[in-house]
């Protein structure tokens, strides 16, 4: 299996894939199967129970940074909807996601409904909170010759939120994310330090080298020049005073990038490490936790 799914790419030693990227592409289709046989990516089922849903309203802008008609969707939690002033969420989807699937295993609307084990009426997340998807393409939210999803959100998708009463300066946002948008997540942060109140970063695809990004993602980084200044280990000091929280399984093919952050992270910077691959499981394993670490940062 693993002849066939490498047959292309001669030059790779097995040792050196990018596991959850490299399926993403198609260039290594077995690799998520023999984890799963191997039991390396099973995490405990979370058995997350929602009160009933708050409403989810969708539409486009056109955005003069990404120069093109940009999708989003903002889920308010249970009990608010249009019109209500709420802290909010701003969660970016991975490669080859959009605004209608940046949540893993749930809808946004879900996610900020997730109750208290044991209940059925109290939400989990101390302050009840809206959440934002958006269109960012593959460009891993950083700003390209052609396309900037950064200055999208900072600029544009938030403004907008604001204008609607969600994520203004007295009620805090938050940035969440998971793979390419757990990269995102911190790199906006890093980039904008006074934006957030708190970052939440699952499996964020961080890579250790331009030209690993490279190899497996070509509209990763436009160039070497590009990589410096974004990567999310280089500029990780920009994180202090920020509140972050990283979750990432020991068998990611980006552990050693999360590794490497966690080691120049600031103190504060809570990193998770546990068992679990670069799967959907370990990815809802791990979004209660991200929406209420984020949720317990805001003002009421």
Not at 124 to 135: K, N, Y
Not at 160 to 181: E, Q, T
Not at 215 to 228: L, M, P, R, T
Request: aromatic letters at 8%; a negative charge.
């Amino acid at each position: 299996m693993l002849t066939v799914a490498l047959g292309g790419l001669g030059v790779l030693a097995v040792g050196a894939v990018i596991g959850g990227e490299l399926v993403d592409h198609g260039l290594l289709p077995g690799k998520s199967l023999l984890s799963e046989i191997d039991g390396a990516c099973s995490v405990d089922d979370p058995h997350l129970t929602f009160a009933p849903l708050g409403p989810t309203v969708s539409g486009r802008f056109a955005s003069r940074f990404r120069h093109r008609s940009v999708g989003y969707s903002i889920a308010y939690p249970p009990g608010f909807g249009p019109g209500d002033e709420l802290p909010l969420v701003v969660m970016l989807h991975g490669e080859g996601g959009n605004h209608t699937n940046a949540v893993s295993g749930m809808s946004p609307a879900q996610l900020v409904a997730i109750t208290r084990p044991g209940s059925k009426e109290h939400l989990a997340t101390t302050v009840p909170t809206a959440i934002v998807t958006v269109d960012g393409g593959s460009g891993y939210w950083h700003p390209h010759p052609n396309d900037d999803p950064m200055g999208m959100v900072v600029d544009e998708l938030i403004p907008l939120c604001r204008a609607k009463g969600l994520g203004r300066p007295n009620r805090g946002i938050g940035l969440m994310g998971i793979s390419m948008g757990g990269y995102g997540a911190i790199a906006i942060a890093e980039h904008y330090p006074h934006l957030a109140r708190a970052v939440a970063a699952i499996s964020p695809a961080i890579w250790t080298s331009y030209d690993q990004a490279r190899g497996v993602n070509a509209e990763a980084y436009s160039d070497a020049n590009e990589f410096d200044a974004y990567d999310a280990v280089t500029h990780a000091g920009a994180l202090t005073g920020c509140p972050v929280r990283v979750a990432s399984g020991i068998d990611d093919p980006f552990h050693p990038g999360v590794a490497a952050f966690a080691a120049v992270a600031p103190a504060e910077t809570t990193v998770l490490f546990s068992g679990g691959c670069h799967t959907s499981p370990f990815f809802l394993e791990q979004e209660p936790a991200s929406i209420q670490f984020l949720s317990a940062h805001f003002s009421a």
